[in-house]
T-cell receptor, first 112, second 115 residues
Framework: KAGVTQTPRYLIKTRGQQVTLSCSPI?????VSWYQQTPGQGLQFLFE???????NKGNFPGRFSGRQFSNSRSEMNVSTLELGDSALYLC???????????FGPGTRLLVL | AQTVTQSQPEMSVQEAETVTLSCTYD???????LFWYKQPPSRQMILVIR??????QNATENRFSVNFQKAAKSFSLKISDSQLGDAAMYFC????????????FGQGTTLQVKP
C-alpha cells in the first residue's frame, strides 16, 4: 500500500497570503489528522477529519481551517499568513478507532 | 488536560549499546494509548512502538521495548544494540481512547549514536 502523501513538499509565501495544503491518506483510511511542528512549540494538533466531518479540533485560531472530501483526501487552509505560521505541517491517517496514526512526509511552509 | 513530558532533550549512546529514553504523562483517564515515534533528519515520523494502557505486558518490537508503569504514569523506551540508523529525534505521544485522532506529543529527545 502507498503511504500518506502530502503536497506540496515545500512552500514559500509572504505575510497576508493564504495557503492550501493537501493530504492523501493511506487507501482505506478514513481519518485524517493535521499537526503543526515548530522548534518553539513542538508538535501541536490542529484538527481531525473523519468521514468529511471535523471530529476534533486543537487550539488554533480560525485562520486555520480544513476539510475532507468523499475520497478521504484532506486539505488544510491557512488564511492571512503570519511569520509564526512558518512550520512543518504533518498529516496522519488512521484506519479505525483503535488503530495507529501513520504520518506523511510533511509540507514545509516558510512565510516571509 | 493531558500532558506529556520528555525530560531529556538530548541523549547519546555508543553503537551496539543500550539506551533508555524517558517519558512521563499526566491524565485522569484510564483508557488510552501510548506511542513512541521516531523522526530522522528526513522529518518523516515513523512509528516505533505502541502500548495499550489496559495491557499490563510491556510492548516489544525487535530491539525496541518499553517499560510501562501505569500507576507512575511513566513510559520509557529502551533501545538495545543501538545502530547508527537509530539516530533521530524520538517523540513520546499520548492518545485518549475518546479522541482517537488526536495525539499529544512530548517535546522530543534527540538521540545521537556514536560509532
Amino acid at each position: 500500500k502507498a503511504g500518506v502523501t502530502q503536497t506540496p513538499r515545500y512552500l514559500i509565501k509572504t505575510r497576508g497570503q493564504q495557503v492550501t495544503l493537501s493530504c492523501s491518506p493511506i487507501s482505506g483510511h478514513r481519518s485524517v489528522s493535521w499537526y503543526q511542528q515548530t522548534p518553539g512549540q513542538g508538535l501541536q494538533f490542529l484538527f481531525e477529519y473523519f468521514s468529511e466531518t471535523q471530529r476534533n479540533k486543537g487550539n488554533f485560531p480560525g485562520r486555520f481551517s480544513g476539510r475532507q472530501f468523499s475520497n478521504s483526501r484532506s486539505e488544510m487552509n491557512v488564511s492571512t499568513l503570519e511569520l509564526g505560521d512558518s512550520a512543518l505541517y504533518l498529516c496522519a491517517s488512521t484506519a479505525g478507532e483503535q488503530e495507529t496514526q501513520y504520518f506523511g512526509p510533511g509540507t514545509r511552509l516558510l512565510v516571509l | 488536560a493531558q500532558t506529556v513530558t520528555q525530560s531529556q532533550p538530548e541523549m547519546s549512546v555508543q553503537e551496539a549499546e543500550t539506551v533508555t529514553l524517558s517519558c512521563t504523562y499526566d491524565t485522569s483517564e484510564s483508557d488510552y494509548y501510548l506511542f513512541w515515534y521516531k523522526q530522522p533528519p528526513s522529518r518523516q515520523m515513523i512509528l516505533v512502538i505502541r502500548q495499550e494502557a489496559y495491557k499490563q505486558q510491556n510492548a516489544t518490537e525487535n530491539r525496541f521495548s518499553v517499560n510501562f508503569q501505569k500507576a507512575a504514569k511513566s513510559f520509557s523506551l529502551k533501545i538495545s544494540d543501538s545502530q547508527l540508523g537509530d539516530a533521530a529525534m524520538y517523540f513520546c505521544a499520548y492518545r485518549s481512547a475518546k479522541a482517537t485522532g488526536k495525539l499529544i506529543f512530548g517535546q522530543g529527545t534527540t538521540l545521537q549514536v556514536k560509532p
